[in-house]
Every structure is written in C-alpha cells, then in structure tokens.
T-cell receptor, first 116, second 109 residues
Framework: GAVVSQHPSWVICKSGTSVKIECRSL??????MFWYRQFPKQSLMLMAT?????????EQGVEKDKFLINHASLTLSTLTVTSAHPEDSSFYIC????????????FGDGTRLSIL | KQEVTQIPAALSVPEGENLVLNCSFT??????LQWFRQDPGKGLTSLLL?????REQTSGRLNASLDKSSGRSTLYIAASQPGDSATYLC????????FGTGTRLQVFP
C-alpha cells in the first residue's frame, strides 16, 4: 500500500526558532500534498495545498510567511514554521495524493510540535 | 460553505455492542466520503471510502452507507471490541477534504 513518511514525529524547541517538517511519499508519486493542523480534541483543519513545482495555495487565515511550504519533487514536501511561538504548538499532519491516477489522499503519522 | 458534523461526539459502550456513528454534511456536491480512525497522538488510518455514486462499502465488521441527497453517512461497527477504541472521523472530498468533528469511542471489556 501507499506509504507516507513524516519526520520528525515530535519536536520541542524554544520560541523564536524555525522548525522544518518533512513529508515523503515512499512508493508513489505525489502530485499534490496537503498540510493539516489539529488542536487537542479538535478535527483536522487544512492549512495549504501544494502541487509539485508550484506555489502552495493557503487556506483563509493561514499566514503564508509563517508557514513556508516547499514541494520541489514528486516525493517530498516540507513545512517550515518560521519564528515559532507557543501558539504554534499543535499536531501537524501531511497527506500525499497522486491526482493523475485519481488516488485518495494517504496520510503521514503526524508531527507533535511543542514551542516553549 | 461545506460543514461536516458528527454525532455523537463521544460514546462509551461495553464490548460486543453494535454501534452506529453518524456524519452529516451540508453540501451534497462531493466526490466521495471517507471514514478514518485516529488513535491518540497518531495519524489517520483510512477505513472506508464511498464514491459519490455508491451507497455503501463494507470491510470486515465495518459498514458505511452514504445518502448524498440527504447529506448523511453512517458507520456501522458490528460486535465492538476494546481495540476499536479510538476517534472516528468522516471527511467529504470536494477537491479537498473537509473533516467532521469526530466521535471519540471507548469500548470497555
């Protein structure tokens, strides 16, 4: 089956630092990748959609300069939380999809981000 | 704007019971509907995907139905087990996934 690897699974860092999260599709080409955010006991909220080689499309209310997304290849997308602050602490989940084959989204295991 | 709601928000039952989880959505223009399972602190596990043209899908003890015209889906879990304890999320695909609020299920021995 399609596997999506997300790294790191857990990160703690000081306020003001930038944190990069990687999302890789291991056995398929991901034409599109999605980044979600989930607060405790809440559902997943889509942050942005990225197509390989194109700029990401951000959902309303998501700061594109705060959450930098790069999707430079068909197997890798990164989310960088710049100058992170405690309110950025959350659970971030990526998903990958091969839209050319009309496949469903496959999800990573998520990254727990804690900003002190 | 598409909104997805799940009822109940939480459910606690003894093992062996048959369960019904409900999902409703406000806009019937969807490509498909999916049910996911999420364990605490973990990512999502896809359980069932129902295309907009389908009425139901089955996998083992799980059965999901879809009534697109009324904006409803149900997930039926037969003979529940403690290992079924998790949060269950439904999501509608409108070119992007819109997730429901989730049902936290606890099955006790």
């Amino acid at each position: 089956g399609a596997v999506v690897s997300q790294h790191p699974s857990w990160v703690i860092c000081k306020s003001g630092t930038s944190v990069k999260i990687e999302c890789r599709s291991l056995d398929f080409q991901a034409t599109t990748m999605f980044w979600y955010r989930q607060f405790p006991k809440q559902s997943l909220m889509l942050m942005a959609t990225s197509n390989e080689g194109s700029k990401a499309t951000y959902e309303q209310g998501v700061e594109k300069d705060k959450f930098l997304i790069n999707h430079a290849s068909l197997t890798l997308s990164t989310l960088t939380v710049t100058s992170a602050h405690p309110e950025d602490s959350s659970f971030y989940i990526c998903s990958a999809q091969d839209r050319l084959l009309d496949q469903p989204q496959h999800f990573g295991d998520g990254t727990r981000l804690s900003i002190l | 704007k598409q909104e997805v709601t799940q009822i109940p928000a939480a459910l606690s039952v003894p093992e062996g019971e048959n369960l019904v989880l409900n999902c409703s959505f406000t806009d019937s223009a969807i490509y498909n509907l999916q049910w996911f399972r999420q364990d605490p602190g973990k990512g999502l596990t896809s359980l069932l995907l129902i295309q907009s043209s389908q009425r139901e899908q089955t996998s083992g003890r799980l059965n999901a139905s879809l009534d697109k015209s009324s904006g409803r889906s149900t997930l039926y879990i037969a003979a529940s087990q403690p290992g079924d304890s998790a949060t269950y999320l439904c999501a509608v695909d409108t070119d992007k996934l819109i997730f429901g609020t989730g049902t936290r299920l606890q099955v006790f021995p």
